[in-house]
């Protein structure tokens, strides 16, 4: 039997998890079982933490190493540590559609750890896409032809010149040529953990797919960007000061909805180093 008490978001991904105070120590059986519930359920929610950015580090390492961010700035005292804010007069939310963190690099991040420090009451949920769940529903013929596939990913369209993520003033990303740099990565991975498939790829560093003409990568790709965040693949956190939410972005994509244009929202996010897709 399992050390956690989970109880399940919604019916296809997503669970929370109950009496665990993430501020103490945790031992190493109780790691081992939230990292298994981690990755059955794809998006794990801890309600009701009080956790200092050095307590929030700690349970992040326990996962494996923290990355930094290539084009947002960390907190000044904790490098490690990107504070996720969206100011009132914001027109635009960080990770405000459908995408998985950081593609554009040639090892992902293999999850993010998300504490709501500061959220507009009833607004501001995430959105999150099951992607094993998205590839399972496609036809034989079409995952035949998925395989072998190789998706081109770029920050260009979020952090080049002029990039959609550069407009948030309270975020401090900087613009950069690097920013325009392409990886390649599968278009259906394989889970290192779970052995499970997923689709892999997302609207925001997908730029294309390699060896297809353009307009047939193009309307392959919205094609799999449309299938792969259908309502029936989702599901939503409704956050409260002091929740913290994990997920794996190796099994999801995610949505930072805005909903709350004039009100504050305060995040405090770490991400866990990923290996390369395969
Ligand atoms: C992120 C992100 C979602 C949110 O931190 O990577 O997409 O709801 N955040 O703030
Ligand atoms: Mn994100």
């Avoid at 939310?93 to 504490?115: K, M, Q, R």
């Avoid at 032809?145 to 998706?151: A, E, K, N, P």
Wanted: with cysteine; charged share 25%; glycine share 10%.
């Amino acid at each position: 039997m399992s050390l956690l008490d989970t109880r399940p978001l919604s019916g296809v991904l997503g669970a929370s998890v109950e009496g665990v105070d993430l501020a103490s120590d945790l031992d190493d059986d109780l790691v081992a079982a939230i990292r298994a519930a981690f990755v059955d359920h794809h998006v794990l929610v801890f309600r009701d933490q009080d956790l200092s950015p050095e307590q929030q580090m700690r349970f992040g390492r326990s996962f494996g190493d923290l990355d930094t961010h290539p084009f947002v700035a960390g907190n000044d005292e904790f490098p490690e540590i990107i504070d996720v804010i969206t100011e009132p007069d914001d027109r635009f939310t960080f990770g405000g559609g459908w995408h998985t963190d950081v593609t554009f690099l040639a090892e992902p991040d293999l999850g993010s750890i998300l504490y709501a420090v500061d959220v507009p009451s009833g607004a501001g949920d995430t959105l999150f896409a099951n992607q094993h769940a998205a590839y399972d529903a496609l036809s034989d013929t079409m995952k035949g032809m998925l395989h072998g596939l190789v998706g081109l990913h770029s920050a260009g369209p979020q952090y080049g010149e002029g990039g959609l993520s550069t407009g948030n003033t309270a975020m401090r990303t900087r613009a950069a040529d690097l920013a325009d740099a392409v990886v390649r990565h599968p278009v259906v991975r394989t889970h290192p953990e779970s052995g499970e498939k997923a689709l892999y790829v997302n609207g925001a560093f997908t730029i294309g797919i390699d060896g297809l003409h353009g307009e047939e990568s193009r309307t392959l790709l919205r094609f799999l960007l449309r299938h792969a965040v259908k309502e029936r693949f989702t599901c939503r956190v409704r956050w409260e000061p002091g929740t913290l939410v994990m997920w794996d972005n190796r099994s999801v994509q995610h949505y930072a909805l805005y909903d709350y244009a004039g009100q504050r929202r305060h995040m405090r996010r770490v991400t866990v180093k990923g290996d390369r897709p395969v």
